[in-house]
């Protein structure tokens, strides 16, 4: 089983920055991709950004440019620095991992983005 933590959600406002961050652990020793996805109100799940192992980074149209992801390959976490926050990155932020083939979620963590 792999278990994903994530930290860092809040408030903040618009124009604001904030970081997250997501531990993996248990069995990931075949772990090849992390990243997050977000599901604002009732909208569906949609790909904020990943990367992989080697450093192949893949980012959401609306976030290009604002945001960045990062890893620690040694520690297993993964960041996401999100800059120039709009009310419209008001979300439900899950944290992904790629193991074995199979695809794990954390639980998820609040941002929004009010004045």
């Known amino acids: 089983q792999v278990q994903l933590a994530e930290t860092g959600g809040g408030l903040v406002q618009p124009g604001g920055s904030l970081t997250l961050s997501c531990a993996a652990s248990?069995?990931?020793?075949?772990?090849?991709?992390m990243g997050w996805y977000r599901q604002p109100p009732g909208k569906q799940r949609e790909l904020v950004a990943t990367?992989?192992?080697?450093?192949?980074?893949n980012y959401g149209d609306s976030v290009k440019g604002r945001f960045t992801i990062s890893r620690d390959n040694a520690k297993n976490m993964v960041y996401l620095q999100m800059n120039s926050l709009k009310p419209e990155d008001t979300a439900v932020y899950y944290c992904?991992?790629?193991?074995?083939?199979?695809?794990?979620w954390g639980q998820g963590t609040q941002v929004t983005v009010s004045s």
């Open positions: 248990g069995i990931i020793y075949r772990l090849t991709l």
């Open positions: 990367m992989t192992n080697g450093g192949t980074t």
């Open positions: 992904t991992a790629w193991v074995g083939g199979r695809v794990y």
